[in-house]
């Protein structure tokens, strides 16, 4: 089992920056494939983006391609997200997500198998 837990929510001007963090104990994050969701209130949860087990693929979700990177580090056992050019839209809590089958990448929630509690992104207009 994996524990997941991120870091580096917070509020943001429109245009500018943040980079999440998700930090992973319990087993290596080598074993699996991750995601990133976010869910804003009111709203379903929405796939963000995913990174294989070596990082050789990422996938993303339309709305943020081109201004979101995710990245790993399996010596360090975390995932980044590094968001730029931030929009109003941007604003939810995001989650970090860990899927077992490490060698294929899914935007579903539901192929994922352990999730992070999520920190709050909020960019202002």
């Known amino acids: 089992q994996v524990q997941l837990v991120e870091s580096g929510g917070g509020l943001v001007q429109a245009g500018g920056s943040l980079r999440l963090s998700c930090a992973a104990s319990?087993?290596?994050?080598?074993?699996?494939?991750m995601g990133w969701f976010r869910q804003a209130p009111g709203k379903e949860r929405e796939f963000v983006a995913a990174?294989?087990?070596?990082?050789?693929?990422?996938d993303y979700a339309d709305s943020v391609k081109g201004r979101f990177t995710i990245s790993r580090d399996n010596a360090k056992n975390t995932v980044n997200l590094q968001m730029n050019s931030l929009k109003p839209e941007d604003s939810a809590a995001y989650y970090c997500?860990?899927?077992?089958?490490?060698?294929?990448?899914?935007?579903?929630?539901?192929?994922?198998?352990?999730w992070g509690q999520g920190t709050q992104v909020t960019v202002s207009s």
């Open positions: 319990g087993r290596t994050i080598s074993s699996y494939a």
């Open positions: 990174i294989s087990w070596s990082g050789g693929s990422t």
């Open positions: 997500a860990a899927r077992g089958s490490r060698w294929s990448l899914s935007r579903i929630g539901t192929g994922y198998d352990y």
